[in-house]
């Protein structure tokens, strides 16, 4: 089970990306595009082309998580 503080930041991605990128593929647009440090607690939230597909990079205290839904 997940539980997040109500200072919680959620960071949407306003260009699609590639559906395809794993947990490195996302920690390299979150540090390069987003100018942000994916290890801060925060939930980064990626879209595909289509935006019928959600991607969300989180870190919490036991490591990283890379979560899909698809449609």
């Known amino acids: 089970m997940l539980?997040?503080?109500?200072s919680l930041k959620v960071f949407v991605a306003v260009e699609p990306c590639d559906m395809?990128?794993?947990?490195?593929g996302l920690?390299?647009?979150?540090t390069e595009r987003m100018k942000e440090d994916p290890k801060a607690g925060a939930l980064f939230v990626f879209t595909n082309p289509r935006r019928n597909r959600l991607k969300i990079l989180f870190w919490d205290r036991?490591?990283?998580w890379a979560c899909t839904r698809p449609p």
């Open 62 to 64: 036991t490591g990283p």
């Open 3 to 6: 539980s997040f503080a109500g």
């Open 27 to 30: 920690h390299a647009l979150v």
């Open 20 to 24: 395809r990128k794993g947990f490195n």
